[in-house]
């Protein structure tokens, strides 16, 4: 069964450094989304991006994170200067279209700013 | 974005059904009711979706009402793999999912 890959599964980082989130989306989808989740609370959406660009972004989405598709497969999450906010477990997901679709998600990156 | 209302938690036995209400009183036409779960300490899974008539899948049915107000999903036989958080979703333009906090549903064996 196809799945979307998330690397590293943990990441621990200093406050104020940059870190970057890669996941490799199934090949054949489309869309691809980044979601995070703090501990104990829910799924949060942060990112839409189709056609190599930002097709919706959340309010969490600020200037100081970014996203890009470098190659054919990879699909990462930048942020430029963590803050202990930032800590949660970051989710990618892939779908084949928008809406009459389903999502798949990646097992996730921890991030820890310490 | 269209709000769906689910109980917080539930709690069903091993081998026996379970039925996952959601209410969406505000449901749009065009909006499609997506179900997801997350287990514990991994992303969200895909169950099932449908707009008008019951769906089924190899993992899931998928009731919605008449008027569309309101669905449960039925997990035809609980295993203790089952335990999970559900999630019932309004999706109609754009891709992405707005989780609210769900359903934790635990399996008694």
């Known amino acids: 069964e196809p799945e979307v890959t998330q690397t590293p599964s943990h990441q621990v980082t200093q406050m104020g450094q940059e870190v970057i989130l890669r996941c490799v989306p199934i090949?054949?989808?489309?869309?691809f989304y980044w979601y995070r989740q703090i501990l104990g609370q829910k799924v949060e959406f942060l990112v839409s991006?189709?056609?190599?660009?930002?097709?919706?972004k959340s309010e969490i989405f600020d200037d100081q994170f970014s996203v890009e598709r470098p190659d054919g497969s990879n699909f990462t999450l930048k942020i430029r200067s963590t803050k202990l906010e930032d800590s949660a477990m970051y989710f990618c997901?892939?779908?084949?279209?928008?809406?009459?679709?389903?999502?798949?998600f990646g097992q996730g990156t921890r991030l820890t700013v310490v | 974005d269209a709000k769906t209302t689910q109980p917080n938690s539930m709690e069903s036995n091993e081998e026996e059904p379970v039925h996952l209400p959601c209410n969406h009183s505000?449901?749009?036409?065009?909006?499609?009711i997506h179900w997801y779960r997350q287990l514990p300490s991994q992303g969200p899974e895909y169950v099932i979706h449908?707009?008008?008539s019951n769906v089924n899948n190899r993992m899931a049915s998928l009731a919605i009402a008449e008027d569309r107000k309101s669905s449960t999903l039925i997990l035809h036989r609980a295993t203790l793999r089952d335990a999970a958080v559900y999630y019932c979703?309004?999706?109609?333009?754009?891709?992405?999912?707005?989780f609210g906090q769900g359903t934790e549903l635990s399996v008694k064996p």
């Open positions: 997901a892939s779908s084949a279209w928008e809406v009459n679709t389903e999502a798949f």
């Open positions: 090949s054949n989808h489309l869309y």
């Open positions: 991006f189709y056609n190599n660009e930002i097709s919706e």
């Open positions: 505000t449901i749009s036409g065009t909006d499609y």
């Open positions: 449908g707009l008008t």
């Open positions: 979703i309004l999706k109609n333009q754009g891709g992405k999912l707005i």
